[in-house]
């Protein structure tokens, strides 16, 4: 699935909005300041699109609320607070450490095959990567299966795909307004 | 022959899970089953189940049907072969079952017998396991796992314009559909490693949609090796947006996109750079060509500089003046 003009309007229109809120302070000195302005309101208004049936947009939200809790607010006006809390997930608390050894004794134990040890090794190989993609997807450790993770990922690849499309484009306009 | 296609006390049910939609295929079935000329009467039911395979357009579905083997003398090969002549719906598992020996009236007698175990299955909503064992090596079972509406999902996502969104309101609505899933030969049969298998399966099929999706992810092959790279490209857009937001930063010290009285397509548009871009009947916006898809036009040669002389069919005449007024603000 590739992303369709009516989701690049939509980003754009919704992200013209969240940049609405920082015209006041316009003498935003810093290039950091600005950047940090242009990236907030495009990712709020990313994850705004999905009105929060994903995770991964609700847990953009709840992070951009740490940053600029009044842009979001702003922002998100429509929506209701109830839709945009992640559940938490059970947490157990495990001593990397102590679960490696364990593991270890537990490996050593059992007689092992060829073949297992090649599937196990394979096993942890995948179990590593999909820790690797929670990490870079937001809102990854509230994934509790491996298929909703996978559904959450595709989303955000398409979301993702879309926001930098619009931006690239407004920045070649950008750019080559400037060269005249 | 038959004996011990279905056992009862393996099935579990919750028969209050069953939402409208699925009623609502539980009548279409009906209804389709009063069309079918032959012996309706006799097993209603069986013919129910079948339908109901027939009924799906789920790949699975197909692909396990074509392995279905019935007992002795290829019965669900007759069965199909019999009833599918009136029921195009059948047609798909027709295609894909083997020929068999057709012996009717063995076949209707061995319904027969079955009709009402199958009556008794038939109008239960959610299903565990149906083991049917037989002196012959293979061991076959079936299993109505509740699962989203897979084959609505396939369909949905085939198509390229549907958002997630909709796929997945949809699955949220029509919860139940039925995963039918064959166990192969030397597998274990007990429900949970089956269940197992079918979770596994509907994970192979969403990491199919990604390597689709991901640029270069054909090549890889393992679940490693493609988590790996949608990992990767998730990083880069990721770098990329924040790469693009500092140029911007940069370019932009109003902050400002765009004018708002415009519309957006109009905007967008306006936002062309030189080179003629050629739109495909399709729009669709690949990560790597920076254009906006505009839907009517067939090819468009804006020269950004000059909105005086912009030469484009544009869809609206006071495109021009709109789009140097464009300009003028986001130049300033």
Redesign the interface.
């Known amino acids: 699935?590739?992303?369709?003009?009516t989701?690049?309007?939509e980003f754009?229109?919704k992200?013209?909005m969240g940049?609405q809120m920082?015209?006041p302070s316009?003498d935003?000195a810093s290039?950091?300041e600005?950047?940090r302005?242009?990236?907030l309101s495009?990712d709020v208004a990313m994850a705004s699109l999905?009105k929060g049936?994903?995770c991964w947009s609700r847990a953009l939200i709840q992070k951009t609320a740490t940053e600029d809790n009044f842009l979001v607010r702003q922002m998100l006006s429509g929506i209701k607070e109830e839709t945009l809390i992640n559940k938490k997930l059970p947490k157990v608390m495990c001593h990397r450490k102590i679960v490696r050894r364990s593991k270890k004794i537990l490996m050593r134990r059992k007689s092992r095959s060829a073949m297992e040890e090649v599937a196990a090794k394979?096993k942890k190989?995948?179990k590593r990567?999909?820790q690797?993609?929670r990490n870079?997807?937001p809102g990854g450790e509230f994934m509790s299966n491996?298929?909703l993770l996978?559904?959450e990922?595709?989303?955000?690849?398409?979301s993702?795909?879309?926001?930098?499309?619009?931006?690239?484009?407004?920045?070649?306009?950008?750019?080559?307004?400037?060269e005249? | 022959m038959l004996e011990g296609l279905v056992s009862p006390e393996n099935l579990s049910l919750s028969y209050a899970d069953m939402s409208v939609p699925e009623r609502l295929k539980w009548l279409q079935q009906h209804q389709q089953q009063e069309v079918l000329s032959l012996s309706s009467n006799d097993s209603p039911d069986l013919l129910q189940i079948l339908q109901f395979h027939g009924s799906n357009n789920d790949e699975l579905l197909q692909s396990t049907f074509s392995h279905f083997q019935m007992v002795g003398s290829g019965f669900g090969t007759n069965y199909n072969m019999g009833f599918g002549h009136s029921h195009e719906a059948m047609d798909g598992c027709i295609s894909r079952t083997s020929s068999c020996q057709i012996h009717p009236p063995d076949t209707m007698g061995v319904m027969l017998k079955n009709s009402e175990e199958n009556r008794a299955i038939s109008l239960k909503n959610k299903r565990k396991s149906e083991v049917k064992t037989r002196e012959e090596e293979k061991t076959e079972k079936k299993i109505k796992v509740e699962a989203e509406t897979e084959s609505n999902i396939s369909n949905k996502e085939a198509s390229s314009d549907t958002s997630k969104e909709t796929s997945k309101g949809a699955s949220q609505i029509q919860k139940l559909d039925y995963i039918h899933v064959r166990a192969r030969r030397g597998e274990a049969t007990d429900r949970h490693s089956l269940a197992e298998r079918a979770r596994r399966e509907k994970i192979s099929k969403k990491m199919k949609y990604l390597q689709d999706l991901v640029p270069g992810c054909n090549t890889v092959t393992g679940k490693a090796g493609v988590l790996d790279e949608i990992i990767n490209y998730v990083q880069s857009l990721q770098r990329q947006v924040e790469f693009l937001s500092m140029k911007l930063a940069v370019i932009n010290p109003e902050l400002e996109l765009g004018v708002e009285d415009l519309s957006v397509k109009q905007f967008q548009a306006a936002y062309f750079t030189n080179f003629p871009v050629v739109i495909a009947s399709k729009p669709s916006v690949m990560v790597d060509v920076p254009l906006f898809p505009l839907d009517q036009q067939g090819s468009l040669n804006l020269s950004v500089s000059n909105p005086n002389q912009t030469s484009i069919d544009a869809p609206s005449e006071s495109w021009e003046t709109q789009s140097q007024s464009l300009f003028a603000s986001v130049l300033r």
């Open positions: 699935m590739q992303p369709t003009s989701m690049n309007e754009l229109k992200w013209q940049l920082f015209r316009i935003n290039v950091s600005r950047k302005a242009i990236k495009a999905r049936t994903t394979a190989l995948v990567k999909t690797g993609l870079v997807v491996n298929v996978i559904q990922t595709l989303d955000y690849i398409v993702l795909q879309t926001q930098v499309n619009v931006m690239r484009s407004i920045v070649d306009a950008a750019e080559a307004g400037i005249r």
